[in-house]
C-alpha cells in the first residue's frame, strides 16, 4: 500500500458520516503492554481481542512484522510478549504472511506457517487459538460471530478492499460455520482516513468497477489533486451488503497519518506494523 500523503482541501458536499455509536476505541494497560480495544467486543465474555501499538511505554519500537524490522529476535521477542499479555501459548498466536490478495485461511492447532503464505484473512472456530494480521496503513478488522463461536481477522488494503476479501471472508464463515449477518460484530481497526489517503487513477477505476461510480468512495480530485478513497467506508458497506446491522459495527476512528502518534508511520521508508487480532477464550 503506497504511503499516504495528509491533505485538508477538497470536500465532498455530501460526504460519507459515521453514525454517533461509533466512539473510538480505549486503549488499556497503558503501564505494561498498551493494547485497543473496542466497546461492545471486549464485552463479550466469550473472546479476547486486541489492536498493538507501534511502541512500549518506554518508547521503544513494538514492531511485530519481519518484514520492518532487521531484527528478528526483537519481532520473535514482541510476539511473544503480546501472545503472553493475552493468555496464549507463543505457537497459538497465527499471523499470515500478507500479499494484499484475497486467500483465506481456516486456523487449526494443526496450521503451520506455510500454510499461511500469501494469506490476508484468518478465521477459526477453535478455541486458545489468536488470530492477527499487521497493518501500517491498511485496514485490520476484527469479526465475531457470538451464535456459532467464530472468530475471524482481515488485512484489507486498497487492493483487497477492491477485491473484496472482507465480502469473501464472511462468506467463508457462512459456508464454514453458518455465520449469519445478524450474529456478527465488527470492529474496524485504524487505518488512513479518506482525507490522509491520496489515490491515482487505477486505483479510482478499480474502486469504481468494484462498487459502482455512485458508491461515494471517493472524493473527486480538483484539477490539481489526487482523487481521496474511503477505505473505512467501502469495509462498512460489505458489512452491511451481508447483514451486520450498524449499530453492530464499531470503528476506531484512528487514522494512521493524520495526527495519531501511537499508530502513525514513522518517518522513515519502512514503516513499523502494528497487529490487531482476535480469539475465542
Given at each position: 500500500?503506497?504511503?499516504?500523503?495528509?491533505?485538508?482541501?477538497?470536500?465532498?458536499?455530501?460526504?460519507?458520516?459515521?453514525?454517533?455509536?461509533?466512539?473510538?476505541?480505549?486503549?488499556?494497560?497503558?503501564?505494561t503492554l498498551?493494547?485497543?480495544?473496542?466497546?461492545?467486543?471486549?464485552?463479550?465474555?466469550?473472546?479476547?481481542?486486541?489492536?498493538?501499538?507501534?511502541?512500549?511505554?518506554?518508547?521503544?519500537?513494538?514492531?511485530?512484522?519481519?518484514?520492518?524490522s532487521p531484527d528478528r529476535e526483537a519481532v520473535?521477542?514482541?510476539?511473544?510478549?503480546?501472545?503472553?499479555?493475552?493468555?496464549?501459548?507463543?505457537?497459538?498466536?497465527?499471523?499470515?504472511?500478507?500479499?494484499?490478495?484475497?486467500?483465506?485461511?481456516?486456523?487449526?492447532s494443526q496450521t503451520t506457517a506455510a500454510e499461511l503464505q500469501e494469506t490476508d484473512a484468518l478465521i477459526t472456530q477453535e478455541r486458545g487459538i489468536g488470530l492477527a494480521v499487521l497493518s501500517a496503513?491498511?485496514?485490520?478488522?476484527?469479526?465475531?460471530?457470538?451464535?456459532?463461536g467464530a472468530v475471524g481477522a482481515v488485512h484489507s488494503g486498497w487492493r483487497g478492499t477492491v477485491a473484496r476479501i472482507l465480502e469473501k471472508t464472511l462468506l467463508e464463515m457462512q459456508a464454514r460455520f453458518g455465520t449469519r449477518g445478524e450474529?456478527?460484530?465488527?470492529?474496524?481497526?485504524?487505518?488512513?482516513?479518506?482525507?490522509?489517503?491520496?489515490?491515482?487513477?487505477?486505483?479510482?477505476?478499480a474502486v469504481e468497477e468494484a462498487f459502482g461510480s455512485q458508491s461515494r468512495l471517493l472524493l473527486l480530485p480538483q484539477p490539481d489533486e489526487k482523487a481521496r478513497l474511503d477505505l473505512w467506508k467501502a469495509n462498512v458497506l460489505q458489512l452491511e451488503a451481508f447483514g451486520v446491522p450498524q449499530q453492530q459495527i464499531e470503528l476506531a476512528k484512528l487514522c494512521t497519518v493524520q495526527n495519531n502518534a501511537r499508530f502513525s508511520r514513522p518517518a522513515r521508508e519502512i514503516a513499523d506494523r502494528f497487529a490487531a487480532g482476535i480469539q475465542l477464550r
Open positions: 500500500m503506497k504511503a499516504p500523503v495528509s491533505r485538508s482541501k477538497s470536500a465532498d458536499p455530501t460526504p460519507f458520516t459515521l453514525p454517533p455509536y461509533h466512539q473510538p476505541m480505549k486503549r488499556i494497560n497503558p503501564q498498551p493494547l485497543w480495544q473496542f466497546d461492545q467486543l471486549a464485552a463479550e465474555p466469550g473472546i479476547r481481542h486486541f489492536v498493538s501499538e507501534r511502541s512500549t511505554p518506554n518508547e521503544e519500537e513494538f514492531t511485530l512484522s519481519y518484514s520492518s520473535r521477542s514482541n510476539r511473544r510478549q503480546l501472545a503472553v499479555a493475552l493468555g496464549l501459548a507463543e505457537d497459538r498466536l497465527y499471523f499470515p504472511s500478507q500479499v494484499h490478495q484475497t486467500r483465506i485461511v481456516a486456523v487449526s496503513d491498511c485496514v485490520p478488522i476484527l469479526l465475531y460471530d457470538r451464535r456459532h450474529d456478527l460484530l465488527a470492529g474496524i481497526g485504524p487505518s488512513v482516513c479518506q482525507e490522509a489517503y491520496e489515490v491515482g487513477q487505477e486505483v479510482v477505476q
